[in-house]
């Protein structure tokens, strides 16, 4: 089975802010990963998939970039409602698996 | 605009089963294409995924899960389930129901998540 790792587990930051989380994969996933947002009592709501693709309605200041095993979402300029908590998770085998998360709070 | 909404007991007594239905709008299961899934979320914690069912019936489940696990699906119904035997306060989650499209990558349609709680 594929277990995916993400750093950092949280990250403060400031609106505006530059903001990089990362996820590893232990084996070769080509561009078969997803990431995600969630917020407090909501299901998560899919941002990237195919490793860079934007999901339609998802702002442009978020990326996704990476293949194979290392994979990074970024979001160009942090904003208000951008507080959350991030997952990244795999599509390329079954069963599918996700990181343990990235929580952005407010520096 | 494809919907899902869990539906099931919020409290499960322990060795107990726990039953859950996910009932699709919007949308029908048996036109293909997608794996309807199971996923959990235990209090402040990250995400498990359980298994998923094609519309044919085809499963797969979650090693970690898979003796305790079955998914099935009523096409009738528009619906398909999670039964979970046996149990114990860990299994205390929010169960989500969501949509993968074969061939893509990510979960494009969840429902909005429903807590069960293990408890005597």
């Known amino acids: 089975d594929i277990q995916m790792t993400q750093s950092p587990s949280s990250v403060s930051a400031s609106v505006g802010d530059r903001v990089t989380i990362t996820c590893r994969a232990s084996q070769g996933i080509s561009s078969w990963l997803a990431w995600y947002q969630q917020k407090p009592g909501k299901a998560p709501k899919l941002l990237i998939y195919?490793?860079?693709s934007l999901q339609s309605g998802v702002p442009s200041r978020f990326s996704g970039s990476g293949s194979g095993t290392d994979f990074t979402l970024t979001i160009s300029s942090l904003q208000p409602e951008d507080f959350a908590t991030y997952y990244c998770q795999q599509a390329n085998s079954f069963p599918r698996a996700f990181g343990q998360g990235t929580k952005v709070e407010i520096k | 605009q494809v919907q899902l909404q869990e539906s099931g007991p919020g409290l499960v007594k322990p060795s107990q089963t726990l039953s859950l239905t996910c009932t699709v709008s919007?949308?029908?299961?048996?036109?293909?294409?997608?794996?309807w899934s199971w996923i959990r979320q235990h209090p402040g914690k990250g995400l498990e995924w359980i298994g998923y069912?094609?519309?044919?019936?085809?499963?797969y489940y979650n090693p970690s899960l898979k003796s305790r696990v079955t998914i099935s699906v009523d096409t009738s119904k528009n619906q398909f389930s999670l039964k979970l035997s046996s149990v114990t306060a860990a299994d205390t989650a929010v169960y989500y129901c969501?949509?993968?499209?074969?061939?893509?990558?990510?979960?494009?349609?969840w429902g909005q998540g429903t807590l069960v709680t293990v408890s005597s």
């Open positions: 195919a490793a860079s």
């Open positions: 969501a949509r993968e499209g074969v061939g893509s990558s990510g979960y494009r349609n």
């Open positions: 069912i094609y519309y044919s019936g085809s499963t």
């Open positions: 919007g949308g029908s299961i048996s036109s293909g294409g997608y794996y």
